[in-house]
């Protein structure tokens, strides 16, 4: 009998056919499979010639090449595909082996597979896996969640292809249940903001007259600072891209797509209650842009600012706005931290901030020098309640804060659309603020359904008032909650 594999993995689209070269490339043995079988022999003949892979040529083949306990990973469309797959394995898997799916699934479907297949004695890991292909091949990010007594399982395989930072890996235990593609989704979410608020600064280049080697310059200049991230990169590359007809960006449609994880950050947000603004902007933002037809027909009726869009000095204004857009991220990762604290209340996870912050540092879309920040925030004090009463980013959002401000007033004045900068500005003022307006908020409230209300010093106690009593007389009762 031939070697037995450590790892199968299911599923030879790019991803899957990346992440098995990868795991071969550290030394483990992968066996393929996938539903449509002659996959599974071209990859051997092509991609994986002259490797250690072995194929299958049905599950219960894969199955019976595997050393136990079986580790089975999937990297299969997320939905259906999986369960499909997972009903498949289940009668042939022995109690205490291992399905890892390492696709985009939605959080709720791993926690429900985790219950599942804890009652059939078998393990279960969701992992978020970011990078796309060239990630898959020379280290992701690996999010892994679900079955805790399946991290020593995978734990070398794992962190062994992972992306490094330094020495470490973007790889730790994430948590129970679906806490690793939760993680992942808020990665996608924030990944979101990022790119908003990086087209904002481009919308604001043009609007100054910045042409376009100029604005690549720009973000090259950002680049060497704290603003030093894969996207802020790629965005200077894009900038700087011709082809025979000259610069491509300006002849793209300007309508976004998206897949729908962003959206997803933002559901999971307005279920949770916490106010992850940015993102909720920047799926917005995509949806605005979508209706290319519509704005093309409200730019002949509807009017705006007339003036010059001008500046005293340019380069004092560029500044400006790479200020803005670095206090608007810590706004975002703030905000984004927020919502993984509340989820963690609502799961019982004990998630790991830091090591989320080193998660995303290398591999990643959003892979930069700010997430080493941000790591190092979580490791000065792990019970760090949010990101923006760190020291570090507190002294950041006060050196830039004035930058801010006056980017976010500018832009309205010239009527250039800034969602994220503006709600990022609006979040920190609100989050600051010692009294909100919120009372009236409460009266009315009171005023038209009898909600009641709390009087300051003496929280706990509701209180109504019949506000329209005769006289002007305001009664009011009291009665505990
Ligand atoms: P295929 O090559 O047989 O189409 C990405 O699409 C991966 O997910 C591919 O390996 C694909 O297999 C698999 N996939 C997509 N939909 C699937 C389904 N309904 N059942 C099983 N595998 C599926």
Same mark, same amino acid.
């Given at each position: 009998?031939?070697?037995?594999? *450590?790892?199968?993995?299911?599923?030879?689209?790019?991803?899957?056919?990346?992440?098995?070269?990868?795991?071969?490339?550290?030394?483990?043995?992968?066996?393929? /499979?996938?539903?449509?079988?002659?996959?599974?022999?071209?990859?051997?003949?092509?991609?994986?010639?002259?490797?250690?892979?072995?194929?299958?040529?049905?599950?219960?083949?894969?199955?019976?090449?595997?050393?136990?306990?079986?580790?089975?990973?999937?990297?299969?469309?997320?939905?259906?595909?999986?369960?499909?797959?997972?009903?498949?394995?289940?009668?042939?898997?022995?109690?205490?082996?291992?399905?890892? *799916?390492?696709?985009? !699934?939605?959080?709720?479907?791993?926690?429900?597979?985790? *219950?599942?297949?804890?009652?059939?004695?078998?393990?279960?890991?969701?992992?978020?896996?970011?990078?796309?292909?060239?990630?898959?091949? /020379?280290?992701?990010?690996?999010?892994?969640?679900?079955?805790?007594?399946?991290?020593?399982?995978?734990?070398?395989?794992?962190?062994?292809?992972?992306?490094?930072?330094?020495?470490?890996?973007?790889?730790?235990?994430?948590?129970? @249940?679906?806490?690793?593609?939760?993680?992942?989704?808020?990665?996608?979410?924030?990944?979101?903001?990022?790119?908003?608020?990086?087209?904002?600064?481009?919308?604001?280049?043009?609007?100054?007259?910045?042409?376009?080697?100029?604005?690549?310059?720009?973000?090259?200049?950002?680049?060497?600072?704290?603003?030093?991230?894969?996207?802020?990169?790629?965005?200077?590359?894009?900038?700087?891209?011709?082809?025979?007809?000259?610069?491509?960006?300006?002849?793209?449609?300007?309508?976004?797509?998206?897949?729908?994880?962003?959206?997803?950050?933002?559901?999971?947000?307005?279920? +949770?209650?916490?106010?992850?603004?940015?993102?909720?902007?920047?799926?917005?933002?995509?949806?605005?842009?979508?209706?290319?037809?519509?704005?093309?027909?409200?730019?002949?009726?509807?009017?705006?600012?007339?003036?010059?869009?001008?500046?005293?000095?340019?380069?004092?204004?560029?500044?400006?706005?790479?200020?803005?857009?670095?206090?608007?991220?810590?706004?975002?990762?703030?905000?984004?931290?927020?919502?993984?604290?509340?989820?963690?209340?609502?799961? *019982?996870?004990?998630?790991? +901030?830091?090591?989320?912050?080193?998660?995303?540092?290398?591999?990643?879309?959003?892979?930069?020098?700010?997430?080493?920040?941000?790591?190092?925030? +979580?490791?000065?004090?792990?019970?760090?309640?949010?990101?923006?009463?760190?020291?570090?980013?507190?002294?950041?959002?006060?050196?830039?804060?004035? !930058?801010?401000?006056?980017?976010? !007033?500018?832009?309205?004045?010239? @009527?250039?659309?800034?969602?994220?900068?503006?709600?990022?500005?609006?979040? /920190?003022?609100?989050?600051?603020?010692?009294?909100?307006?919120?009372?009236?908020?409460?009266?009315?409230?009171?005023?038209? @359904?009898?909600?009641? /209300?709390?009087?300051?010093?003496?929280?706990?106690?509701?209180?109504?008032?019949?506000?329209?009593?005769?006289?002007?007389?305001? !009664?009011?009762?009291?009665?505990?909650?």
């Amino acid at each position: 009998m031939s070697q037995k594999a *450590d790892i199968a993995l299911i599923g030879l689209a790019v991803m899957g056919q990346n992440l098995i070269l990868n795991m071969d490339s550290h030394g483990f043995v992968v066996c393929a /499979y996938n539903r449509t079988v002659d996959k599974v022999t071209h990859f051997l003949n092509h991609e994986a010639k002259g490797t250690k892979v072995i194929g299958a040529t049905s599950l219960a083949d894969m199955v019976s090449k595997l050393k136990t306990p079986r580790k089975i990973m999937l990297l299969v469309k997320a939905g259906s595909a999986v369960d499909a797959f997972i009903d498949q394995l289940v009668p042939l898997l022995s109690p205490g082996d291992l399905i890892i *799916d390492g696709g985009n !699934s939605e959080y709720q479907d791993t926690a429900r597979r985790c *219950d599942e297949l804890k009652k059939k004695n078998l393990l279960y890991v969701g992992s978020g896996v970011s990078g796309g292909e060239e990630g898959a091949r /020379y280290g992701p990010s690996l999010m892994p969640g679900g079955h805790k007594e399946a991290w020593p399982l995978i734990k070398d395989i794992f962190q062994s292809i992972a992306a490094k930072s330094g020495s470490d890996p973007c790889c730790e235990w994430v948590g129970e @249940g679906g806490a690793g593609h939760f993680v992942k989704m808020v990665h996608n979410g924030i990944e979101y903001g990022d790119m908003q608020l990086i087209c904002e600064a481009y919308d604001l280049m043009k609007a100054l007259g910045l042409n376009q080697k100029e604005m690549a310059n720009a973000f090259d200049e950002w680049n060497k600072g704290e603003l030093d991230s894969f996207l802020i990169e790629i965005t200077r590359d894009i900038l700087n891209y011709k082809d025979e007809n000259g610069y491509l960006l300006e002849r793209i449609r300007d309508t976004a797509g998206q897949k729908g994880t962003g959206k997803w950050t933002a559901i999971a947000a307005l279920q +949770y209650g916490v106010p992850v603004t940015l993102i909720g902007e920047a799926v917005f933002f995509r949806c605005l842009s979508a209706l290319k037809e519509e704005r093309v027909h409200a730019s002949k009726q509807l009017s705006g600012p007339s003036g010059k869009k001008s500046v005293a000095e340019r380069a004092q204004f560029l500044n400006h706005i790479k200020n803005a857009l670095y206090c608007s991220k810590i706004v975002s990762y703030a905000q984004g931290f927020m919502l993984m604290r509340e989820a963690a209340k609502e799961f *019982d996870w004990n998630l790991n +901030y830091g090591g989320i912050a080193l998660m995303w540092r290398g591999g990643c879309i959003i892979r930069s020098r700010f997430l080493g920040n941000i790591k190092e925030a +979580y490791t000065r004090n792990p019970q760090l309640s949010n990101l923006l009463l760190d020291d570090f980013f507190k002294k950041a959002i006060q050196s830039g804060q004035e !930058s801010w401000r006056q980017v976010v !007033s500018q832009a309205v004045l010239w @009527g250039v659309p800034v969602p994220a900068l503006s709600a990022a500005l609006a979040f /920190y003022d609100g989050y600051r603020a010692e009294k909100l307006p919120a009372n009236l908020l409460q009266a009315q409230r009171d005023y038209f @359904g009898a909600h009641t /209300y709390e009087l300051l010093g003496k929280e706990g106690k509701f209180v109504h008032t019949n506000w329209t009593g005769t006289g002007g007389n305001v !009664s009011a009762s009291t009665y505990d909650a």
